[in-house]
């Protein structure tokens, strides 16, 4: 006689109990794997490099400079309409060579920006958008 208040369990077959016995050992495998799955994945991204880490980008930015301060001299900076990307490729290498420039002064204006130490993806956000508004608004 069960104690009071205790509801009576059914009795189930042999066959019947294996089966639930042989489920609940899967699903304790399966939940193993899956765990162990998370684990691999989450040691893969902490041993992979941060998208956003501007880091070794700015390592490597004064090292190109100097390379490329000993062949030649950087020229003024000229007041002409900045050329599409679709464009690069019709421009002449002294052009793309000149445009780099620029665009490796603005970058160091950026990093030396007070507002670049404070946030720097909000700074890079505001200088691509009014870079965008004096190419021309973002024409396509």
């Not at 309409?81 to 421009?91: K, V």
Request: avoid cysteine; charged fraction near 35%.
């Amino acid at each position: 006689m069960p104690p009071p208040g205790a509801e009576p369990r059914a009795v189930l077959p042999k066959k019947e109990k294996l089966k639930l016995r042989r489920e609940r050992w899967l699903q304790k495998i399966e939940a193993i794997k899956l765990a162990e799955r998370q684990r691999k994945a989450e040691r893969k991204r902490r041993a992979a490099a941060v998208v956003g880490d501007l880091q070794p980008l700015r390592d490597a930015l004064p090292e190109l400079l100097e390379l490329e301060a000993g062949a030649r001299q950087p020229r003024a900076r000229g007041v002409s309409r900045r050329p599409r990307p679709a464009e690069l490729s019709r421009m002449s290498a002294a052009e793309r060579l000149q445009l780099l420039d620029e665009e490796r002064a603005r970058f160091r204006e950026l990093l030396a920006s007070p507002a670049y130490r404070a946030s720097p993806l909000l700074a890079i956000g505001q200088q691509l958008a009014r870079q965008v508004h004096l190419d021309g608004g973002g024409q396509l």
